[in-house]
């Protein structure tokens, strides 16, 4: 199961940093890539405004 990003996302880049694979990109709101994420929840933990869960 992915994780998803909803829109309280602030786009700070914090998660992106964090991610170990890479699955996340840059916009308005960040979106992850379902077939790139592996579920660890590294992303999640780091984002301060907790607007990453799982899918």
Do not use: F, L, Q, R
């Not at 991610?19 to 929840?41: K, M, Q, R, W």
Request: glycine letters at 6%; charged letters at 20%.
């Amino acid at each position: 199961m992915a994780y998803v990003i909803n829109e309280d996302c602030i786009a700070c880049g914090t998660c992106i940093d964090e991610c170990p694979v890479n699955a996340i990109s840059e916009g308005d709101i960040y979106v992850i890539d379902p077939d790139t994420c592996t579920d660890c929840g590294t992303c999640a933990d780091a984002c301060p405004t907790e607007a990453i869960h799982p899918a």
